[in-house]
């Protein structure tokens, strides 16, 4: 079992900027990859941004792209979002999710990983003003 909690969401204005973090605890060793999703209000959960626990490679949804950047501390077993240049419409609840490693082409079409999540944080909320 790995545990994932998020923190650092908040409110902030158009343009503005924000870090996400999530702090992985349990048997992380056996993490393949770490990732970020977010689900708007009415809206279904979406891919936002992964890296690869070991080689560090990293995957971006083209929203985020350019805005975004995920990181990561081996050691500390955290995950990083830094949110830049913020929109309204990235608005929503962000989750931390960890993943096994199984194959999976669920994300594959929004420029996502090649593996499914199996634990999940509870997110955090993150507000874009206008």
């Known amino acids: 079992q790995v545990y994932v909690v998020e923190s650092g969401g908040g409110l902030v204005q158009a343009g503005g900027s924000l870090r996400l973090s999530c702090a992985a605890s349990?048997?992380?060793?056996?993490?393949?990859?770490m990732g970020w999703f977010r689900q708007a209000p009415g809206e279904q959960r979406e891919f936002v941004s992964a890296i690869n626990w070991s080689s560090g490679n990293t995957y971006y949804a083209d929203l985020v792209k350019g805005r975004f950047t995920i990181s990561k501390d081996n050691v500390k077993n955290m995950l990083y979002l830094q949110m830049d240049n913020l929109k309204p419409e990235d608005t929503a609840v962000y989750y931390c999710a960890a993943s096994l490693g199984r194959r999976s082409p669920k994300y594959s079409a929004s420029g996502g990983p090649p593996y499914d999540f199996d634990y999940w944080g509870q997110g955090t909320q993150v507000t874009v003003s206008s």
């Open positions: 349990g048997r992380t060793f056996i993490t393949h990859g």
